[in-house]
Structure formats: C-alpha cells, structure tokens
C-alpha cells in the first residue's frame, strides 16, 4: 500500500475513489462538515475513532530544507520545484451494518467495516469496541502479521486484554502505521489542514 511518487491530491481522490486504499477517505473530504457542524454533530455524522494514514507525494514548491532526490533516467527531466508532502487519508472506525452491533471490524478483506488493501493486513485482522467509557477498545482477531499500539503488541480475543485506543496512537496492522484520533481532534485537523 502507499503512493507512487509524483500523485497529486486530485490523484488522491481517484486513488480512493478506485478503492486503492480500500475504505479511506481524503481529509479535505471531511472539511465542509467540519466547518459548518458542531462537535456532536460532526461525531454523529462521521463516527467517534478514526485511523489516519500519511502517504508521501509531490506537492508545491520545492522547499530549501528538504532533500532532493533525483533519478537519471535518460532524457526524462524530473519536475522543476516540487519536493514531497504529505497526503492524509481517514479510516472512520464505524460499523458498516448496524445491526450488527457497534464492534468494527478491520481488514483486507471488503467485506470488513475498515478495508486496508495491503497483503500484510489479514483478511480479518482485528476489531474494535466501545469500552464502558466509550473509548474504543482494539483487539487482534488472529492476524498474521501481528497487531500493535504504541509498539506494544494487541492480544487476540481470549488471550488477553483489549488495548484501549487514544488520540495520538501508533496503530500497527501488519506492516501498516496508522494513528488513531477521536472525533474532536479529527475534527480541528480537518479545518486546519484546509485553510
């Protein structure tokens, strides 16, 4: 999973809109909702848990303290003024059947509630629950590769604990990083990202 070098945001949008990265959204997608919508609102809207993965791509003017990579590859010219950025895509961690109740599951697979198309995310690779709080709480469902937060490995149901989830968290699934946020937070992300 990640970007070719060169994408753009509009690239982006067609990248999630193929169903590249699976059930991401782009962040600037998220923007008008959380300008116009209040907190609560926001939250009922687009859920309480979000994962956010950072991808690199070209973008802007070429900066004076970023390092410059360049390829020879024959007379191609490689583009003038451009160094990496970030692009941000959202996995809202919310469940896509009701009535199933509010556990989310993760995965590759598309039938998951989160879909992460890499080959080293399980087909069903972990989920999440409300915990008493409500925060959520993340479980390794018998992955392959392994579930983390923080670094610190996720137990599979019945083997232990679920991990409570945070804003700021490292999450790993498989040789995916991710970072977990709340609504709040996701929020005021959105709004400064697109001013």
């Known amino acids: 999973m990640g970007m070719r ?6 690239d982006l949008r067609k990248i999630v809109a193929d169903g590249s990265l699976g059930s991401a959204i782009p962040i600037e997608s998220l923007a008008p909702d959380a300008r116009s919508l209040a907190p609560d609102a926001f939250a009922a809207r687009h859920g309480t848990g979000f994962l956010l993965f950072t991808a690199k791509r070209l973008d802007g003017p070429e ?10 590859d024959g007379d191609r010219e490689a583009p003038d003024g451009r160094t990496a950025g970030l ?11 009701p009535s199933k109740g509010p556990i989310v599951t993760l995965g590759r697979d598309s039938k998951q509630d989160v879909v992460i198309p890499d080959m080293s995310v399980s087909r069903f690779h972990a989920f999440a629950k409300p915990g008493p709080d409500g925060a959520l709480l993340l479980q390794d469902a018998g992955s ?9 490995s996720v137990l599979t149901a019945g083997a232990g604990p679920a991990r ?6 490292n999450v790993r699934l498989g040789h995916i990083e991710l970072t977990f946020t ?3 937070a996701l929020r005021e992300f959105a709004i400064q990202k697109t001013r």
Not at 5 to 10: A, N, T, Y
Not at 144 to 152: M, R
Not at 164 to 169: M, S
């Open 63 to 72: 900066s004076t303290n970023s390092t410059k990579l360049m390829l020879d």
């Open 144 to 152: 392959t590769n392994g579930t983390t937060v923080n670094g610190q």
């Open 87 to 97: 692009a941000v895509v959202v996995y809202p961690m919310r469940s896509r059947d």
């Open 5 to 10: 070098i060169g994408q753009s945001e509009p």
């Open 182 to 184: 709340d609504a709040r």
């Open 164 to 169: 409570r989830l945070g804003p700021g968290d």
